[in-house]
């Protein structure tokens, strides 16, 4: 059974930082790549970035230059660095593990930027 586990979220003023993190545990995991999602209220749950195990990342447009993901591959974990915040990346960030059996979610984690 796959479990996803995720810290860092909060209350930051606009142009501050938070670090997200989200690690992995489970037999036999073969991870493909693992990323984050956000979604804010009445929005749909949106790509923020995905880093596959090969260590290819991918950005929305929207933090690009903001946002950093990486990964420590020895502990299945996947970190995501949001700088400059603003308002707009006010939502639940979710976790998301693909693997060779499937997709995972974690349970997501409030981030809320103030103006």
């Known amino acids: 059974q796959v479990q996803l586990v995720e810290s860092g979220g909060g209350l930051v003023q606009a142009g501050g930082s938070l670090r997200l993190s989200c690690a992995a545990s489970?037999?036999?995991?073969?991870?493909?790549?693992m990323g984050w999602y956000r979604q804010a209220p009445g929005k749909q749950r949106e790509l923020v970035s995905v880093?596959?195990?090969?260590?290819?990342?991918n950005y929305a447009k929207s933090v690009k230059g903001r946002f950093t993901i990486s990964r420590d591959n020895a502990k299945n974990t996947v970190f995501l660095q949001m700088n400059s915040l603003k308002p707009e990346d006010t939502a639940v960030y979710y976790c998301n593990l693909q693997t060779s059996l499937g997709t995972h979610w974690g349970q997501g984690t409030q981030v809320t930027v103030s103006s």
């Open positions: 880093i596959t195990s090969g260590g290819s990342t």
């Open positions: 489970g037999s036999r995991l073969s991870i493909i790549a």
